[in-house]
């Protein structure tokens, strides 16, 4: 009986102590995906090979940008700290791929400006430019805070790039599709365009998009490259929980690269939070592409 008593009282301490080991790291998680793997931020660095780009774009250097959700969890010293290292790396173009600010944000006029002022310091040698995500549709003050801080909006346009010599990029942009409008639709100027040369066109082609799922709706072939946000990669990159986490949009495509036929999709994981403030083993991130030879 005095063993048998011993024994209980010892599988009770030992559940006492695993109960414990499992809290103290259940707080030590929580902890750290809600308060430190959020602040952090990290340069991603991809090589775009193509044999197509000639000397005058090879080493041409593209930095995306996705997803702040400014004004929840995403705050002024966040935007203060990325705008710093971008500027790090001396850009040719910056682009942006949808969801500068989160649903939630009590907007104002200061706050804007605040914005524009601080991503007006973004340098690029080429350009900067932006679309729309599903969360900026919610704020008039959207289309003012991109100009403002000399950006191009791409929603349903392009822009031809053009660095030393007479070849040319392409860059098209199509607008969030919480909108409801057809995708073929947003990007028919940029597939005109595309359609009116025989010979002597761009010699390379990026599309910015947000929601990645829609790209199969478009002749992705026409596109060399193709950049999108608003996966957030499930914020906690975890087998199943983060499958479980992905939006609409981002259910077929959510990883970070995919090869599309004769094109490649780059999606940001994105720097800011929504819904919660919470992200594990996912570190926001400003990509960095250079294309080469």
Sequence with gaps: MVKYMAKKKKRKHTFLKIMLALIIVGVIT????????PKQLAVEEHTVQNKNLTDDLDGFKIIHISDLHYGKYYQFKDLQK???????LNADIVVLTGDLL?????MTTSMADKISTEMQKIS??????????EDDLNFD????????????????NYDTIYKNGYDSILLAGVSTMADKESIINKNQKAENFLNSFEKDGPIYSILLIHEPDYIDELDSNK???????HSHYGQVNLPIINTLLYP????????????LKHSELYISN?????????????TPTINVYRLIK
């Design 223 to 229: 596109y060399n490259l193709v950049l999108a946000g």
């Design 124 to 133: 690029a040698n080429s350009g900067k430019y932006a679309i729309n995500g």
């Design 82 to 88: 990325m705008v710093k290292r971008i500027n790090e």
């Design 141 to 156: 003050e959207w289309e003012n805070i991109i100009a403002s801080s000399g950006f191009m909006n791409l929603n349903n």
């Design 270 to 282: 994105g720097l800011g939070n929504t819904d919660f403030n919470f992200r594990l083993f996912n």
């Design 102 to 106: 989160d649903k939630d944000t009590k």
């Design 30 to 37: 929580y902890a750290y995906g809600a308060y430190v793997e």
């Design 248 to 259: 609409k949009g981002a259910t077929k495509y959510h990883y970070n690269h995919y090869k």
